[in-house]
């Protein structure tokens, strides 16, 4: 195994996957409102890992038809420590959601298959 935690979900072993839904993330916005979030997938594109987080008080909501989520782009250091930094890019932005869509939708059709 090497020194650096693998973050691409689609290569993390079953065992450590379910460990990361239990994972935990403080986002501190703009007004200094921190906000506890749940870590739902790390991803690549283009050589770039991203990050998608859901507020907590949003995962218990189930009456909202859209659920908020924070994306940013990932990235680890060589001892393995993670950052995030804000998608700057309008045309990365939305290639990014359209990514994580795939993702829900492969997602969706999995759980229908099972």
């Excluded at 907590?56 to 420590?81: M, P, Q, S, W």
Aim: charged share 45%; aromatic share 8%; proline share 4%.
């Amino acid at each position: 195994m090497s020194d650096k935690p693998n973050t691409n979900p689609t290569n993390i072993p079953d065992d450590e996957y379910d460990d990361m839904e239990d994972l935990r993330v403080t986002l501190t916005l703009e007004d200094n409102l921190e906000v506890e979030c749940k870590i739902l997938t790390i991803f690549d594109l283009e050589d770039q890992s991203y990050i998608v987080l859901m507020p907590e008080e949003d995962e218990e909501d189930d009456d909202e038809e859209e659920t908020e989520v924070f994306i940013y782009r990932y990235f680890e250091d060589e001892d393995g420590n993670p950052s995030l930094e804000d998608i700057e890019d309008e045309d990365e932005y939305d290639a990014v959601t359209d990514r994580f869509e795939e993702l829900l939708d492969e997602a969706e059709w999995e759980e229908l298959d099972d």
